[in-house]
């Protein structure tokens, strides 16, 4: 199962940019893992550009209102979500300053929030993808995760 994070604006600031390299590098053993940006933009705007490039995956919206999960619980969902066969990718949404809207929330298989706290989109980004190489790690029955 492709890994999709599709993210609105690059990172602008040195601790992101460094955590996005270090993670992906990491993932990079762990399976196909793909981190696109999108141009940041209004909340309309990069929200049916998120919809539009993830067309046809298994969507999970990253969004401070959605349904929070243990990493435990991560594992999980990946490993049901992989033994569903119709899924080939799924595709994590990092929305843009003014975040995701309510028609893409909707629309979402999912929406998966990393806590309550409303976090700058760059932090997010840098969270979801140690939280995936977490759940990579935790798979493979590897010591990270304790
Ligand atoms: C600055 S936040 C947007 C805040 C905006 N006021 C809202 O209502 O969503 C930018 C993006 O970062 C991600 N994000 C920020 N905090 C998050 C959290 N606690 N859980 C999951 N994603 C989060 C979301 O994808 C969000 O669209």
Not at 77 to 83: D, I, N, P
Not at 110 to 120: C, F, H, I, N
Request: aromatic share 8%.
């Amino acid at each position: 199962m492709r890994v999709r994070i599709l993210a609105a604006g690059k990172p602008a600031l040195a601790y992101a940019k460094s955590g996005v390299e270090e993670y992906l590098k990491r993932l990079g053993r762990y399976g196909s893992y793909e981190l696109d940006y999108l141009k940041a933009g209004d909340s309309a705007t990069v929200s049916a550009a998120l919809l539009e490039r993830s067309a046809g995956n298994f969507r999970i919206a990253m969004d401070e209102r959605g349904e929070v999960l243990g990493t435990q619980a991560w594992a999980d969902k990946f490993a049901s979500l992989e033994m569903r066969g119709d899924v080939k990718a799924v595709s994590f949404l990092i929305g843009a300053s003014d975040g995701h809207t309510e028609e893409l929330r909707r629309t979402c298989d999912a929406v998966w929030s990393l806590s309550r706290l409303t976090m700058q989109h760059e932090l997010a980004l840098v969270v979801l993808l140690e939280q995936l190489y977490r759940v990579a790690t935790l798979r493979r029955g590897e010591p990270y995760h304790r």
